[in-house]
């Protein structure tokens, strides 16, 4: 006889745009035995990505951490002891007051990303700890930064089409964007326009997934997006597509855009991108007079030294033809700006301590970790909370980071699930919750519907929530600010009272009761439309092309880049996400880092190097060196390669060096972000 169960739901929330709704069936015993896709969501549709409908393995593996412990042999060896949360907290307490006495509390780093999405215990009781404490701020780029800054100063806001909109669409391109792979609920709605006749275009450096399926695939050269939106803005206002009234209207700054594109022709965009003149003139015509046509880009193109500038330009074309009049029309890149939540009211700026030298707290930025660690001075870092991140697997020029988590003299707390790289440099290593154990509001940068999770098991061990750790941290550290003994629901309803009108009526009873609220974007029913009418928030109002910030420059480490450079690492890697994994969450999982343990090489490039599909070949350059498979296919042109990102580091053979150990941290045009895909290589096969 089966033993009953109920159904509970939660939300997904990893790092990525679809942030799902979830069902999960538990049994009397508070076990979960069945996770799937909450059919009533309008945009999960009741299925799930590969990697969560296998979460519960991840829920129940044998390998999570489940309590605290201290080091006890070398950083980075990952030998460790149990100690009791009491010893933890207090270990951690002394070493971060005695950091602040010695040095000022700017010594103390917070290190943390989006390896949970959810409000609470991604931006909430952490923020206000860190700003009590008076720590140095993290500037939270590797991701996003970049493509958001470009947003921003080209929008006002990071706001963009809704998915649902994509099934009354007659083109659609993805550009830099694996749908399949990293938005998947997206692709029923790409589906149901095909089979409504649109055509659907992809634009990639690789052929993965998504573009195996397209009806056409277009191959670009890394780092060369700018470039080609470009020139198909020249082609556009050169055979006058463009809808001068929504221009004249909504615009600022078109006269200058003209004019920069005047020297982007299809025969030097092609020079530049790889992709055929005769292409650049179809894709630009067929953008320009399909109506209505869609864009899907992705962060992809932002992580390469003109990537702010490549998204800007990407994100003029539906501004150029009016494709934001039409529902199915315009672009999808972020939804995040729909949510106006007060998110002073969650991290409590105001706490924020002056430093040692009487100034506002210094901001580091995450993407120049191995600089942070290793050359910032006065003072240097002397302590370093980590949560919600791996920066020994996921930080650009990964040597230079891992010398400076090495440091003797560096006090560093790791919260994390398993015993990932950073957690093996850990002086005191906290078991964390995952979210089906803890409560937390959802936004979600790929849609518009907000949502509440409570727990949906119970925490295994003596694993705790970020939420409750720096609560209980800031009660070892004395402070008594009434902000750390605020529950759950009072900090979600703080967020809630915004008082922008997407939030209206919007509130935690609410949530609790429906779990899923759409934003009030638009009436119910009617598609979302943000800038039909202008309705840009910029200083102007108006949509800026921004022509003064577009110019194409090649990325240094690029074919056209620095010569001299190139002559000793002439191949170009694009180290993009793997399939089955999320950045680094799965790495511990065999089939995970057996996917990310390969590259893809173009047969001409392999056949000049002896290299055939099964060969251990070494990449490297000046920052290092990693061992991986070979596999000649065509899914790289010549002179790149593919290796899909982020296998965990100790687990690579031979230098045991994970795909950012030759990633650089030179940084983006605007928003400060990571280069990843800017990197030259050489490439060669190891020895029989």
Same mark, same amino acid.
């Given at each position: 006889?089966?033993?009953?169960?109920?159904?509970?739901?939660?939300?997904?929330?990893?790092?990525?745009?679809?942030?799902?709704?979830?069902?999960?069936?538990?049994?009397?015993?508070?076990?979960?035995?069945?996770?799937?896709?909450?059919?009533?969501?309008?945009?999960?549709?009741?299925?799930?990505?590969?990697?969560?409908?296998?979460?519960?393995?991840?829920?129940?593996?044998?390998?999570?951490?489940?309590?605290?412990?201290?080091?006890?042999?070398?950083?980075?060896?990952?030998?460790?002891?149990?100690?009791?949360?009491?010893?933890?907290?207090?270990?951690?307490?002394?070493?971060?007051?005695?950091?602040?006495?010695?040095?000022?509390?700017?010594?103390?780093?917070?290190?943390?990303?989006?390896?949970?999405?959810?409000?609470?215990?991604?931006?909430?009781?952490?923020?206000?700890?860190?700003?009590?404490?008076?720590?140095?701020?993290?500037?939270?780029?590797?991701?996003?930064?970049?493509?958001?800054?470009?947003?921003?100063?080209?929008?006002?806001?990071?706001?963009?089409?809704?998915?649902?909109?994509?099934?009354?669409?007659?083109?659609?391109?993805?550009?830099?964007?694996?749908?399949?792979?990293?938005?998947?609920?997206?692709?029923?709605?790409?589906?149901?326009?095909?089979?409504?006749?649109?055509?659907?275009?992809?634009?990639?450096?690789?052929?993965?997934?998504?573009?195996?399926?397209?009806?056409?695939?277009?191959?670009?050269?890394?780092?060369?997006?700018?470039?080609?939106?470009?020139?198909?803005?020249?082609?556009?206002?050169?055979?006058?597509?463009?809808?001068?009234?929504?221009?004249?209207?909504?615009?600022?700054?078109?006269?200058?855009?003209?004019?920069?594109?005047?020297?982007?022709?299809?025969?030097?965009?092609?020079?530049?991108?790889?992709?055929?003149?005769?292409?650049?003139?179809?894709?630009?015509?067929?953008?320009?007079?399909?109506?209505?046509?869609?864009?899907?880009?992705?962060?992809?193109?932002?992580?390469?030294?003109?990537?702010?500038?490549?998204?800007?330009?990407?994100?003029?074309?539906?501004?150029?033809?009016?494709?934001?009049?039409?529902?199915?029309?315009?672009?999808?890149?972020?939804?995040?700006?729909?949510?106006?939540?007060?998110?002073?009211?969650?991290?409590?700026?105001?706490?924020?301590?002056?430093?040692?030298?009487?100034?506002?707290?210094?901001?580091?930025?995450?993407?120049?970790?191995?600089?942070?660690?290793?050359?910032?001075?006065?003072?240097?870092?002397?302590?370093?909370?980590?949560?919600?991140?791996?920066?020994?697997?996921?930080?650009?020029?990964?040597?230079?980071?891992?010398?400076?988590?090495?440091?003797?003299?560096?006090?560093?707390?790791?919260?994390?699930?398993?015993?990932?790289?950073?957690?093996?440099?850990?002086?005191?290593?906290?078991?964390?919750?995952?979210?089906?154990?803890?409560?937390?509001?959802?936004?979600?940068?790929?849609?518009?519907?907000?949502?509440? +999770?409570?727990?949906?098991? /119970? =925490?295994?061990?003596?694993?705790?929530?970020?939420?409750? !750790?720096? #609560? $209980?941290?800031?009660? &070892?550290?004395?402070?008594?600010?009434?902000?750390?003994?605020?529950?759950?629901?009072?900090?979600?309803?703080?967020?809630?009272?915004?008082?922008?009108?997407?939030?209206?009526?919007?509130?935690?009873?609410?949530?609790?009761?429906?779990?899923?609220?759409?934003?009030?974007?638009?009436?119910?029913?009617?598609?979302?439309?943000?800038?039909?009418?202008?309705?840009?928030?910029?200083?102007?109002?108006?949509?800026?092309?921004?022509?003064?910030?577009?110019?194409?420059?090649?990325?240094?480490?690029?074919?056209?880049?620095?010569?001299?450079?190139?002559?000793?690492?002439?191949?170009?890697?694009?180290?993009?996400?793997?399939?089955?994994?999320?950045?680094?969450?799965?790495?511990?999982?065999?089939?995970?880092?057996?996917?990310?343990?390969?590259? +893809?090489?173009?047969?001409? /490039? =392999?056949?000049?190097?002896?290299?055939?599909?099964?060969? !251990?070949? #070494? $990449?490297?350059?000046? &920052?290092?060196?990693?061992?991986?498979?070979?596999?000649?296919?065509?899914?790289?042109?010549?002179?790149?390669?593919?290796?899909?990102?982020?296998?965990?580091?100790?687990?690579?053979?031979?230098?045991?060096?994970?795909?950012?150990?030759?990633?650089?941290?030179?940084?983006?045009?605007?928003?400060?972000?990571?280069?990843?895909?800017?990197?030259?290589?050489?490439?060669?096969?190891?020895?029989?």
């Amino acid at each position: 006889m089966s033993t009953p169960s109920v159904v509970k739901h939660s939300v997904c929330a990893l790092d990525c745009p679809d942030t799902c709704s979830l069902l999960i069936n538990v049994d009397e015993q508070g076990r979960g035995s069945r996770l799937r896709g909450n059919p009533d969501h309008p945009v999960t549709r009741g299925f799930l990505c590969g990697k969560v409908a296998k979460y519960l393995d991840r829920e129940y593996s044998p390998d999570r951490l489940l309590y605290p412990q201290k080091r006890i042999g070398a950083k980075g060896e990952g030998k460790f002891a149990r100690i009791s949360w009491d010893e933890a907290l207090d270990t951690i307490a002394a070493r971060l007051q005695a950091a602040a006495a010695e040095f000022g509390s700017e010594s103390i780093l917070p290190y943390s990303y989006a390896g949970t999405m959810g409000l609470l215990n991604g931006s909430g009781m952490d923020r206000r700890f860190f700003h009590r404490l008076g720590a140095s701020r993290l500037d939270r780029t590797i991701c996003s930064s970049a493509g958001g800054e470009a947003l921003t100063r080209s929008f006002g806001i990071r706001t963009t089409a809704e998915p649902e909109q994509f099934r009354h669409s007659k083109l659609i391109i993805a550009w830099g964007a694996n749908v399949l792979t990293t938005n998947v609920h997206l692709w029923p709605f790409i589906t149901e326009a095909r089979r409504n006749g649109a055509k659907f275009y992809v634009i990639e450096p690789v052929k993965k997934k998504t573009g195996e399926v397209a009806d056409r695939f277009f191959r670009i050269h890394p780092g060369t997006d700018l470039a080609l939106a470009l020139g198909m803005i020249h082609v556009i206002l050169r055979e006058n597509l463009q809808d001068q009234d929504y221009i004249d209207r909504y615009t600022n700054g078109f006269a200058e855009l003209k004019s920069l594109a005047a020297k982007y022709t299809p025969e030097y965009v092609e020079g530049v991108t790889g992709i055929a003149r005769e292409d650049v003139e179809l894709l630009a015509r067929e953008y320009a007079t399909t109506r209505p046509a869609m864009i899907r880009a992705n962060y992809g193109i932002q992580r390469s030294e003109r990537g702010g500038a490549a998204i800007r330009a990407i994100s003029a074309l539906p501004a150029l033809t009016g494709a934001w009049r039409e529902i199915g029309g315009g672009l999808q890149m972020s939804t995040s700006g729909g949510f106006q939540f007060n998110r002073a009211n969650l991290e409590m700026p105001e706490l924020q301590q002056k430093s040692a030298l009487g100034r506002e707290a210094r901001i580091l930025n995450m993407s120049e970790l191995g600089k942070v660690l290793t050359e910032v001075d006065n003072p240097p870092v002397k302590a370093m909370v980590v949560y919600n991140t791996n920066p020994a697997a996921i930080a650009p020029n990964l040597n230079l980071v891992r010398k400076g988590l090495s440091r003797p003299d560096l006090f560093t707390v790791v919260l994390e699930q398993f015993q990932t790289d950073t957690a093996d440099y850990a002086d005191v290593l906290l078991p964390a919750t995952t979210f089906l154990e803890h409560t937390d509001l959802y936004l979600a940068y790929g849609h518009y519907h907000l949502q509440l +999770a409570r727990p949906a098991l /119970d =925490a295994p061990g003596e694993c705790k929530s970020n939420v409750e !750790v720096f #609560r $209980l941290l800031a009660k &070892r550290m004395g402070f008594d600010d009434a902000c750390f003994d605020e529950s759950e629901d009072s900090m979600i309803a703080g967020l809630l009272r915004s008082g922008h009108r997407y939030l209206d009526g919007i509130t935690v009873e609410r949530l609790d009761r429906e779990r899923s609220i759409r934003l009030n974007i638009a009436p119910e029913g009617q598609p979302f439309l943000p800038f039909a009418e202008g309705g840009f928030t910029t200083r102007s109002g108006k949509f800026e092309f921004g022509a003064g910030e577009l110019e194409y420059v090649p990325p240094v480490e690029s074919r056209a880049g620095d010569a001299a450079l190139r002559s000793r690492y002439p191949m170009e890697l694009v180290s993009s996400k793997s399939h089955n994994s999320m950045n680094s969450t799965f790495g511990n999982k065999p089939d995970v880092d057996d996917e990310t343990g390969f590259v +893809a090489i173009h047969t001409a /490039d =392999a056949e000049a190097r002896q290299i055939r599909t099964g060969d !251990v070949v #070494r $990449l490297f350059n000046d &920052r290092g060196s990693v061992t991986l498979r070979a596999e000649v296919d065509g899914v790289v042109g010549p002179g790149v390669l593919y290796a899909p990102s982020v296998r965990w580091p100790k687990l690579s053979p031979g230098s045991g060096g994970g795909i950012n150990t030759l990633t650089s941290d030179r940084l983006t045009d605007m928003g400060g972000g990571a280069t990843f895909y800017s990197c030259l290589v050489q490439i060669e096969k190891c020895g029989d």
